[in-house]
């Protein structure tokens, strides 16, 4: 099977679990709060603007690298896994990072990158903390050479 294929079949997979997840997530929020989420109207208006938002540069708004790095290694410490970039991207912002830039998830990367000492970036896996050791095997691909046998 071509590689090409092979990765997008994984990541078919991650996002399938991904969704399954957050529908999970919504229907016990639905629950605990008594109140029903409007899927519909939300769906129908995708907002992404906290991916891309432009910020003007006029030094008045900083990053703070450091604090971005910390972050996003207490999120992969914790999902035990490599996290995409996206991902990875998404859970910072939910913490409630800030991070002034048109291209959030490019900025992103190059901090983990200019910190190679301390992450890496697995191919077709995502960012792992190196201080961890080995990541755990991936469960995907597994599944996928099981299928393939």
Not at 4 to 16: D, F, Q, T
Not at 118 to 138: A, Q, T
Request: charged share 35%; glycine share 6%.
């Amino acid at each position: 099977m071509d590689k090409a294929v092979h990765n997008a079949l994984i990541k078919i997979r991650h996002y399938e679990e991904e969704i399954h997840r957050l529908n999970q997530f919504i229907t016990q929020y639905e629950e605990l709060s008594g109140t029903k989420v409007k899927r519909d109207e939300l769906l129908s208006k995708p907002d992404m603007n906290h991916f891309s938002e432009t910020t003007p540069s006029s030094g008045k708004r900083k990053n703070d690298p450091g604090r971005i790095a910390r972050v996003a290694e207490d999120i992969i410490r914790e999902a035990q896994k490599p996290l995409t970039r996206g991902t990875l991207l998404a859970r910072v912002l939910e913490r409630g990072v800030t991070i002034h830039s048109k291209d959030k998830a490019k900025y992103l990367g190059t901090i983990l990158w200019r910190q190679s000492d301390k992450f890496e970036n697995i191919e077709g896996r995502g960012y792992w903390v190196r201080e961890l050791g080995d990541p755990p095997p991936d469960p995907e691909l597994a599944f996928l050479d099981e299928m393939l046998k």
